[in-house]
């Protein structure tokens, strides 16, 4: 396993948009890899960027720099066949139930899509094919005529799924795919999520702000803040010993079903500020209570210990 | 419990909400009682489409004129009857002793109205007093939020959402209401900001010993800021309590059920515990107890009769016949 | 694009559905037989009016509806009630074609506009805006004035005209649908951008068009008379029901039955067509079925 090639590997990743009042550093300079059959969580907060670097990773959005490697193969420019190529590897199933499904196809017509459109198959196959797609999600034999207005968030969501897993991906982008359903509905998502990764043996970048579900979900999780990956460690590891002080602050602000201790919370001050033209410090800094001089000097993503990276220069001593 | 209850300072007793369409009729809330204390909370918990806002917009008598129908039931503001008061009288009472947090800032204020205006409006209404005086008042209320004061002239896309959520809280608690019903008040806003706005609702609401209705679907955002706690499920509470009660011995295999959903934040676990099948169609409710179809203790007995409620506790009511089982094997 | 008319697995085709709908939908289908038994009305005409087009009786000029002439006669003494049939013919041909025509135009346009936005759309756009600024009046007679008279021109002219408004109609419901998570899903898939947009983006933002499209035919059919009545357009004495109405409109006060007509005849024509219109945009939705 350890020689084997990790079926994403990103490098130096930046996405870039250019806005009436300057550049929007959406991503910037994020680098990291995920093996085969792990999941790695991509938490912060809205607008750190953590959706438009899964879009950009499976090229639904151009990058503005940076490489990316699927299964080994350099695939930062592919083009044309290549790009679909490629494409057919690497999967998203998005957010919002209500709006990823085409409201004028039937549940069937959605599922079959990917399959007709990739002309691999012929119409029996496609047939067969869905059919075991939608038994596979947990889809009624009986809804397949239906559409998605008929259907609650949970099934929307399974559709989504399934149309995802069609091609057979290696890669999939999860993006926030529990936000919008309840808690008993998202709790039938998530095993129904790990279940088709043990099976299938799939590769997750699970997209999320709700720190339980990505504790739950994860092997390794990324913390992003203003379009940058301030802290990624193991899932564990992140939960018992958070090193970055935003890390810490998110953490501490998630209300907890503990009673028996009521919060020892640090309540963080001030909002996101803008990744327009962000200077070159650290982004956090003006939120940051342990914020000095050197705080304003680029930061650069230190290895603190084995598997645990941290963009903070005062790491050390704030720990 | 009962001793208290009668004199509770809101009161909502046996509350029926319809919505009737074209061709039927959705039993949004059946039956709902609660009662709510000054300087308390009351967390409303439970999913979507559970009645939990119909019941918050019944309490204001703001549901939709066509279509929805308080059918049975009262509702009573320190022992004044709401559901029969004239509307004009309403009109002083909205906003003025109650009054309503909705659940998405972005499209609760007024895009083209200053923010410090928005707020000085709703004093004006319910308050004879100058316009300068009802100017300062405004600026109180905003610094009272953490916004300064000269921001007053801002207007709404000029601020984030958490800010926004806090110029809402503003024009809520701008008279100075003695009831704040808070509908899914942090849900549209990210972790670090939903923190600092919980605390600035429970602040406040010490400050003025305000009683607060709290709907949310986060049992976190419960935990944290409510004294007693109402679980919802298709339009009837199934379990009443206070907190450590509903948290420490759950009863209702639905609540029970809540509980075992949430991925842990202490443990580590391989699978998640849902609860199995989908909310029943409010407009076409099982018979008997509408968990029925999706709890793993129903018997013959669930599907036939309505149920009734249980006390388990002083203080604790459960609305479900298996208690003493639920008991044994939770 | 091939794929807009795949038959769903038990054979049957979107628009099958869609019209096993709108059948259900009494209204929409009184609209249609309104609709078509006119057409057949209109195109029959010659086999059975009483009088010929331009037969004039010199003894009843503007005469009030009698049994003679059911509708009455016009300034000279022609058959109210021939004319408004056989005018039929082209009335309501002129109002559905120039729809039609200025409507698939618009939609191609407004698709383009719409999907790819930037340069492509800023062009576009400033083109009509060009068109639009010219009032819509003016603009016909000058294409009316290049083009020359007569049926098919009238047509034409009046498309062209048509056409940035149906453009931008298109491309508002389109803009709105672009920003849905279902367009990244398609390409996420693979879809081709025609794919996309014919097959996904089209479907669901062609509804304001059908509202808009029985509109507009009441109005062209308005238009096409004022292009008569100032000696564009049809030429007399084909009787156009808007020139019907135009020549009618000096003798309002003696002779309303001049006007009252020949409107009725365009009131009901609208009429159906709205009902029509309204069953098919329902009926198109899926989520208005039953």
């Known amino acids: 396993m350890a020689n084997q090639e990790p079926v994403i590997r990103i490098e130096g990743l930046k996405k870039y948009f250019s806005t009436a009042r300057g550049l929007l550093h959406a991503v910037d300079d994020v680098t990291f890899s995920i093996e085969k059959g792990k999941t790695l969580g991509v938490v912060g907060e809205s607008g750190c960027g953590k959706s438009t670097l899964g879009r950009t990773i499976i090229h639904l959005l151009e990058k503005t720099d940076g490489k990316i490697w699927l299964e080994g193969q350099d695939i930062s420019d592919v083009k044309g066949r290549e790009l679909r190529k490629a494409r057919e590897q690497m999967q998203i199933i998005f957010q919002d139930p209500y709006s990823s499904i085409d409201p004028r196809k039937t549940i069937e017509a959605t599922v079959r899509e990917p399959l007709v459109v990739s002309r691999k198959f012929k119409k029996n196959e496609i047939d067969d094919k869905a059919q075991e797609l939608m038994e596979l999600v947990g889809i009624d034999e009986r809804l397949r005529r239906s559409y998605p207005h008929e259907l609650d968030g949970g099934r929307r969501q399974r559709v989504g799924i399934a149309r995802a897993l069609a091609l057979n991906p290696k890669f999939v982008v999860c993006d926030e795919p529990v936000s919008a359903l309840d808690v008993s509905i998202q709790a039938q998502v998530l095993n129904l999520l790990k279940r088709l990764q043990m099976d299938r043996g799939l590769t997750y970048m699970f997209v999320t702000h709700d720190m339980s579900v990505v504790r739950h979900i994860s092997d390794d999780i990324c913390v992003m803040y203003l379009g940058q990956v301030v802290e990624k460690c193991p899932s564990k590891e992140l939960f018992k010993n958070p090193l970055h002080p935003y890390t810490k602050a998110l953490l501490s602000a998630i209300p907890s079903t503990d009673i028996d201790h009521p919060f020892q919370r640090e309540i963080l001050q001030g909002e996101l500020t803008s990744p327009i033209n962000p200077k070159p410090g650290c982004r956090f800094a003006a939120r940051c209570k342990y914020a000095t001089e050197d705080c304003q000097q680029p930061q650069v993503q230190e290895e603190v210990s084995p598997g645990h990276f941290v963009r903070c220069c005062r790491v050390g001593e704030i720990n | 419990m009962s001793e208290n209850t009668n004199n509770a300072f809101l009161k909502v007793e046996d509350l029926v909400v319809e919505y009737f369409t074209d061709d039927n009729v959705v039993h949004a809330v059946n039956g709902v009682s609660l009662h709510l204390d000054r300087g308390k909370t009351l967390g409303l918990v439970g999913e979507t489409g559970a009645g939990k806002t119909t019941i918050a917009k019944s309490i204001l008598r703001i549901l939709p004129d066509v279509g929805a129908r308080i059918t049975q039931g009262n509702i009573t503001l320190d022992n004044q009857d709401l559901l029969k008061l004239p509307e004009h009288e309403m009109r002083e009472i909205r906003g003025n002793k109650i009054s309503m947090i909705f659940q998405d800032p972005m499209t609760a204020l007024n895009p083209v109205e200053r923010v410090g205006d928005q707020i000085a409006e709703v004093i004006r209404l319910h308050n004879n007093i100058s316009h300068e005086e009802c100017e300062k008042r405004a600026k109180e209320m905003l610094a009272m939020v953490g916004i300064t004061e000269d921001r007053y002239t801002e207007y709404p896309h000029q601020f984030s959402g958490g800010m926004k959520q806090r110029i809402v809280i503003a024009i809520a608690l701008a008279c100075n209401p003695q009831v704040l019903l808070a509908d899914e008040p942090t849900t549209a806003l990210d972790v670090t900001i939903q923190a600092q706005v919980l605390d600035l609702i429970r602040d406040l609401r010490n400050q003025f010993n305000t009683a607060m209705l709290l709907i949310t679907h986060d049992m976190g955002v419960v935990a944290q800021v409510c004294d007693d706690v109402a679980v919802i499920y298709a339009g009837s509470i199934v379990e009443y309590g206070t907190k450590e009660q509903i948290f420490h011995h759950p009863t209702h295999p639905y609540t029970i059920g809540l509980f075992g959903a949430i991925p842990s934040m202490s443990e580590d676990e391989e699978w998640l515990h849902p609860i199995e099948g989908l909310p029943p169609d409010p407009s076409d409710l099982p018979q008997g107890c509408p968990f029925n179809p999706r709890c793993p203790y129903a018997t013959e007995e669930c599907r036939k009769a309505a149920i009734p409620v249980f006390k388990t506790a002083d203080g604790h009511d459960c609305r479900c016949c298996h208690i003493d089982q639920v008991k044994k094997e939770g | ?290």
Not at chain 3, 59 to 64: C, E, I, K, L
Request: glycine share 10%; net charge positive.
């Open chain 3, 1 to 290: 694009m091939a794929d807009t008319k795949k038959k769903t697995r038990n054979g049957q085709s979107e628009f099958a559905m869609i019209w096993k709908q709108l059948k259900k939908n009494k209204l929409a289908m009184a609209g249609l037989i309104i609709f078509l038994l006119e057409l057949v009305l209109a195109f029959l005409a010659p086999l059975y009016i009483p009088y010929g087009i331009t037969e004039m009786d010199p003894v009843a000029q503007r005469a009030a509806p009698s049994a003679a002439h059911w509708f009455g006669t016009d300034n000279l003494g022609r058959d109210i009630f021939s004319r408004i049939c056989y005018g039929g013919k082209y009335s309501l041909t002129m109002g559905i074609i120039t729809i039609l025509l200025s409507n698939g135009v618009g939609i191609v346009i407004g698709a383009v506009a719409g999907y790819f936005g930037g340069w492509v759309d800023n062009l576009i756009m400033r083109i009509c805006d060009v068109f639009q600024s010219m009032p819509g009046m003016l603009l016909n007679i000058v294409l009316c004035a290049v083009l020359g008279s007569g049926w098919f021109n009238t047509i034409l002219a009046l498309a062209i005209g048509n056409v940035p408004g149906s453009v931008r109609m298109l491309r508002a419901s389109m803009l709105k649908q672009r920003g849905a998570e279902y367009v990244e899903a398609c390409q996420s898939i693979n879809c081709s951008t025609p794919r996309i947009i014919f097959s996904h983006l089209l479907p669901n933002s062609f509804s304001p068009m059908l509202v808009g499209m029985s509109m507009g035919m009441s109005m062209m059919m308005t238009m096409a008379a004022s292009l008569s009545f100032i000696g564009l357009g049809i030429q007399p004495p084909i009787p156009d029901w808007g020139a019907m109405l135009s020549d009618a409109r000096q003798f309002i006060r003696i002779a309303p039955h001049m006007i009252i007509f020949p409107g009725i005849a365009i009131a009901i024509s609208v009429l159906a067509l709205n009902l029509l219109g309204d069953g098919i945009r329902d009926a198109a939705d899926p989520k208005l079925r039953r």
